[in-house]
């Protein structure tokens, strides 16, 4: 598999905590000789601690997030839009999700007003990937990559989180929207697993689209 497999364009992964968007990227990116734009979390100086507190840094955590994923939006309007496929593991709207679920009434306030200035600005990728997964299968998935700064997770606060992203994908409309089921699926270990889902994200073109592998 080429570049030459797929149309010039500029594709965003998204899901919840766990459901393997970076992990596709990074195999898309092999398979498409693509640019790849990662999300920076563990860049985030606030983020050990909030995993910790969430009440006492969730506005510093967002407010560094939101700064820095625009910075990489942006540098996105420069790009070449006739040399490459551009992968990257978030949607910008990303940030609103988590900041609605972390901050306090007046924090959202002042949040909300620095986010709409930059939220018009940003480029709209021509495809959006939802990678969606249950709760349960997210929670396994995050234990078994055992990073040290998600040790301190709430189930709680991601199953709140995993219901945030569905909602929100439930109505999003903006641009062209893959939703992938990977409950049954692992595109990392199995090889079958990802072409097929190579095979679906090159066909899809317009509208939405649900997509429920049973895996192989």
């Known amino acids: 598999?080429?570049?030459?497999?797929?149309?010039?364009?500029?594709?965003?992964?998204?899901?919840?905590?766990?459901?393997?968007?970076?992990?596709?990227?990074?195999?898309?990116?092999?398979?498409?000789?693509?640019?790849?734009?990662?999300?920076?979390?563990g860049e985030n100086p606030f983020i050990d601690k909030f995993y910790q507190d969430r009440d006492s840094f969730g506005f510093q955590t967002q407010i560094f997030f939101l700064l820095n994923r625009y910075n990489q939006y942006m540098k996105l309007?420069?790009?070449?839009?006739?040399?490459?496929?551009?992968?990257?593991?978030?949607?910008?709207?990303?940030?609103?999700?988590?900041?609605a679920l972390n901050l306090k009434e007046q924090e959202l306030k002042l949040y909300d007003q620095v986010y709409s200035l930059l939220?018009?600005?940003?480029?709209?990728?021509?495809?959006v990937i939802f990678l969606q997964a249950s709760s349960d299968v997210l929670l396994s998935r995050i234990e078994k990559r055992g990073r040290e700064y998600e040790a301190f997770m709430d189930p709680d606060y991601l199953d709140s989180v995993n219901k945030s992203f569905n909602n929100f994908f439930f109505y999003y409309s903006e641009t062209p929207l893959l939703v992938i089921n990977t409950n049954e699926i692992d595109f990392v270990k199995k090889k079958c697993d990802l072409e097929e889902l190579i095979i679906k994200i090159n066909s899809h073109t317009i509208g939405r689209e649900y997509y429920n592998p049973l895996g192989s």
Not at 3 to 23: D, H, N, Q, V
Not at 77 to 99: C, I, M, W
């Open 1 to 41: 598999m080429t570049s030459s497999s797929l149309e010039p364009r500029f594709i965003a992964i998204e899901g919840c905590i766990g459901a393997g968007k970076t992990s596709l990227v990074n195999l898309l990116g092999e398979q498409f000789d693509a640019q790849i734009v990662r999300e920076i979390d």
């Open 77 to 99: 309007t420069q790009r070449d839009l006739f040399s490459s496929v551009v992968l990257v593991d978030y949607l910008f709207h990303r940030d609103r999700l988590f900041a």
């Open 119 to 127: 939220s018009n600005k940003v480029p709209k990728p021509d495809l």
